[in-house]
């Protein structure tokens, strides 16, 4: 965890100084936007906090589709807001479900199942950002890096499916029972992942919903782009956003990509015709819009996770 943190402080510190001249037009900019923006976006990304909820329903019924959607949102905010810890929102929700009676076995490979359904249907959105992008003057630049990124992506994808399939989880059955002999926390957690896995139209329905919420997230740049006077179509802000996206994943190391999702806003924004200041200052608007939401997720575990 130090190392995530100084890599991060890091980052941050050389992105401060490359993207300095930005970051002089930064308080104009904010002040052009309003302080309602963030709360706008607020309004915006519970769409997506939503229908991921209803993904993870549709993958593995714990819980009601409300209860679900309330677990993801826990479950984002203290990844967005402990990004330094990782998996801390996957434990929180873990928790969160035994809580209502889930044991630890079916929630664990629902978890597993609807991360797996995630990452399936972010590489779908990858390819619908890469499509527009060869259909734009622009776009010859990200096609030489994102089509490459995203055949990896998809390889490891497979991969994890297949240690999965494979036996994989077996090892951390046989690893909780070394540690916990009496309790055996997550025996037949992979008879339980199997079972899901034989529930293809539900992991269809998850993969389909998680690909809604994620080009419903765009919604979030094409908003904050109007009121900061710079709007772009809803192709251009699926454009983007698939890209920052793809590189987010790709710099997993940096806790939150803080510094780097900046720069990579400040370096894609231009080539739709945002100016960097105007890429960075989304940038930070999203960043207050993961404040606002992540506080009130960490405060809402504290109560309901006692």
């Known amino acids: 965890m130090i190392a995530r943190l100084v890599l991060a402080a890091a980052v941050l510190a050389v992105a401060g100084f490359v993207l300095a001249p930005a970051l002089a037009e930064l308080p104009g900019?904010?002040?052009?936007?309003?302080?309602?923006a963030p709360a706008l976006l607020v309004l915006v990304h519970a769409v997506p906090v939503a229908l991921c909820g209803m993904a993870w329903a549709a993958?593995?019924?714990?819980?009601p589709v409300a209860a679900m959607v309330l677990v993801r949102w826990i479950r984002d905010g203290f990844n967005e807001m402990l990004a330094v810890v990782p998996l801390a929102g996957e434990a929180a929700a873990l928790r969160l479900l035994g809580r209502r009676g889930v044991k630890p076995a079916p929630a664990t490979a629902g978890m597993v199942a609807d991360l797996t359904a995630e990452?399936?249907?972010?590489?779908?959105?990858?390819?619908?950002?890469?499509a527009l992008w060869a259909a734009h003057a622009s776009g010859a630049g990200v096609l030489r890096w994102g089509l490459p990124g995203v055949v990896a992506a998809a390889a490891v994808a497979g991969a994890f499916v297949a240690v999965q399939r494979g036996g994989g989880l077996r090892l951390v059955e046989r690893l909780a029972a070394h540690l916990l002999p009496r309790r055996r926390p997550v025996a037949g957690l992979h008879a339980q992942l199997m079972a899901l896995y034989r529930r293809p139209r539900r992991l269809a329905g998850g993969v389909g919903l998680h690909l809604l919420a994620w080009l419903a997230a765009c919604a979030e740049a094409w908003v904050a782009l109007r009121l900061l006077g710079h709007p772009i179509s809803v192709a251009e802000a699926v454009m983007l956003e698939s890209a920052v996206f793809a590189l987010r994943s790709a710099a997993f190391m940096v806790p939150g990509a803080l510094g780097l999702q900046e720069g990579f806003y400040a370096v894609l924004?231009?080539?739709?015709?945002v100016p960097p200041a105007v890429a960075l200052t989304l940038s930070v608007l999203k960043r207050a819009r993961e404040v606002i939401m992540g506080v009130p997720a960490l405060l809402?575990?504290?109560?309901l996770g006692r």
């Open 119 to 130: 990452v399936v249907a972010q590489i779908l959105f990858s390819l619908i950002g890469l």
């Open 269 to 273: 924004g231009p080539l739709l015709g």
């Open 29 to 36: 900019l904010l002040a052009v936007a309003g302080w309602t």
């Open 300 to 303: 809402a575990w504290l109560r």
């Open 59 to 63: 993958v593995a019924p714990h819980a």
